[in-house]
């Protein structure tokens, strides 16, 4: 199977970008650290040999000073330490957190649609401690250990090549044993990162259908259901930690090997006078720590920054896919208006939400879409606010066909009214305006026609909606929703069941604003079948099974006694 080619680039460069001088200094203090701990062996050598009354070129307060020096400059480093590390952390998974939210901003809404948001909750959060601790902490810990190596073994050959080659023969082990088991960890932190995903998207669904849950008793079905992915996801993390420990264990087992093989060794050259004195085997003995410590945590950690590493490619394949086309033709006004051309859509195989519809919006007249539930009257708004991409046919605004415009221009010319609300916890006025700035009498306008003005006055603009609005009725959430759309002034209005939660005098009220508009197009979803709104649309859309059955005026329609003549009679 082919590789998907995915460019890491763009979300690898967030943890550097602007954040170059705190990583510079810490590899500073990479060094500082690199250089006191050799020089601490060599420091030992030395003092050892001294006492041993060996020949060596530095006196006891010679040394001393070298080791205040040494001291020094450690804290040096550990101060440098302090001060850049965590800042360099911090802004670099800050950006890299911006940078995937704002990538999830360019997604079409057909990713929200079809796609497991979960996997983007588990991205912004579990996900991230791992990609902290495992690629950026981590790559720290990379550059200090392979440094220290570096050094420890070029002191070491400077002192004698031959127990260094014993000692690079010793090292071996350790890299052995953690090459056999390293390569799975990266495997095993995204297996426990897809179960997080599942996870995570069992609690959605469960808080999310909590009220649905109670009313029809189902809470052990949703514990047994919770227990299930818990239990799962438990048992992933579990192998990935255990193969964590194995990976180290083996390292630290075959690290004790070499560490008494080189001790002996060195042992027997100094007692067969090969040139080895004391204070070498504690030089050497002190070095192995530097060689073989690497040995055991560079596995590990690169193991750690492999598995990091895995994570960011995975949800860089989900934020790349269903991106809203950036080369795309914009659409900056509309002087024709919207037409269908043998439109047809399914949302499974074979079977069809519409088909083969052919119809002509003209701009600035209002029509009624009526139908029983499943007609496909939703379906049809869904596909015209550029939903969803797989439909046959085509969608024309004037001679644009939909899936060629961008859809940002599309967003700033049409809009939709909907009858589930989203609001923000935040304040009223806030989530009427969308956070923008509008005119204040455009304000006062959009809320006296959505019927909000008295709301207002009572409760305040800066009363807070609460979670999804938790802390509004569901009219007060919908006259919210319209009120937005309303100060939006768009070009194109789409209205799918927007008065379905409210009462009977405020619904006519909205619908009533919605057919006083004067020059915007306003093509409405509608359950009521009330006279006089009907006769107000310049044209009624009816269908029936995907398709539309009959279009005209209402008294058109009404002389016709065709389909829609049947739904009105009964809806009376």
């Known amino acids: 199977m082919k590789k998907e080619k995915i460019n890491l680039r763009p979300y690898v460069k967030q943890f550097y970008k602007g954040n170059a001088g705190y990583f510079l200094l810490a590899i500073c203090e990479i060094l500082f650290t690199t250089i006191c701990s050799l020089a601490v062996a060599w420091l030992l050598q030395q003092l050892l040999d001294l006492i041993g009354g060996k020949n060596v070129n530095y006196d006891l307060m010679q040394l001393a000073l070298i080791a205040c020096a040494t001291i020094a400059l450690g804290g040096l480093g550990y101060f440098i330490s302090y001060h850049s590390k965590p800042k360099f952390i911090t802004k670099g998974i800050s950006q890299y957190k911006n940078h995937l939210f704002n990538r999830l901003t360019k997604k079409n809404i057909s990713s929200f649609l079809t796609e497991n948001s979960s996997v983007y909750l588990s991205a912004l959060t579990n996900d991230i401690a791992v990609i902290e601790q495992g690629y950026l ?109 194995l990976i180290e264990s083996l390292c630290s087992l075959a690290g004790y090997v070499a560490h008494f093989g080189v001790f002996v060794f060195g042992a027997y050259l100094a007692l067969n006078d090969k040139g080895i004195t004391a204070g070498t085997i504690i030089l050497f003995v002190q070095l192995m720590n530097y060689v073989l410590n690497p040995i055991g945590i560079l596995p590990t950690a690169i193991a750690e920054r492999m598995a990091a590493k895995a994570l960011v490619k995975k949800i860089a394949l989900a934020l790349d896919t269903n991106v809203t086309g950036e080369k795309r ?18 949302y499974e195989e074979n079977k069809r ?21 499943g007609s496909g009257k939703s379906t049809l708004l869904s596909l015209l606010m550029a939903s969803y991409p797989n439909y046959e046919g085509n969608i024309f605004y004037d001679k644009k066909e939909l899936r060629n415009i961008d859809a940002d221009s599309l967003y700033e010319l049409q809009g939709i009214i909907q009858q589930n609300v989203f609001l923000f916890n ?10 923008s700035d509008f005119n204040k009498e455009d304000i006062a306008n959009a809320l006296a026609l959505s019927g909000l003005t008295d709301f207002i006055k009572e409760k305040g603009e800066d009363y807070l909606c609460g979670e999804n609005g938790n802390a509004l009725s569901g009219g007060e959430k919908q006259r919210i929703s319209i009120a937005r759309s309303l100060l939006k002034n768009y070009r194109i209005l789409l209205v799918d069941e927007a008065t379905a939660a409210l009462d009977a005098e405020t619904a006519f009220q909205i619908s009533s604003a919605i057919l006083d508009l004067k020059e915007q197009t306003a093509i409405v979803v509608t359950h009521s079948l009330e006279e006089s709104l009907l006769k107000r649309y310049d044209q009624i859309i009816c269908m029936k099974n995907g398709e539309i059955a009959e279009s005209g005026s209402f008294e058109e329609l009404i002389d016709k006694k065709g389909y829609f003549y049947s739904l009105y009679t009964i809806s009376q």
């Open 329 to 346: 033709t914009r659409l900056t006004d509309l002087n024709e208006g919207i037409r269908l051309k043998d439109l047809s859509f399914c």
């Open 137 to 245: 902490f981590n790559t720290f810990t990379i550059l200090e250990n392979v440094l220290v190596f570096t050094c420890a073994l070029g002191l070491m050959l400077l002192y004698n090549p031959l127990l260094t080659a014993v000692a690079i023969g010793f090292s071996l082990l350790p890299l052995i044993a953690a090459l056999l088991t390293g390569n799975k960890m990266a495997t095993e932190e995204k297996s426990a990162s897809q179960k997080n995903v599942e996870y995570t998207s069992t609690i959605k669904d469960c808080l999310s259908g909590f009220s649905v849950v109670k009313s029809f008793k189902a809470e052990a079905q949703m514990l047994n259901l919770f227990k299930s992915n818990l239990k799962e996801l438990a048992s992933a993390q579990s192998k990935k930690h255990k193969l964590k420990i």
């Open 353 to 373: 939400a519409l088909s083969n519809v052919n119809y002509t919006f003209e701009l600035g007249k209002k029509y009624a879409i009526v139908g029983a539930s």
């Open 426 to 435: 935040t304040s009223v006025i806030n989530n009427v305006t969308m956070f």
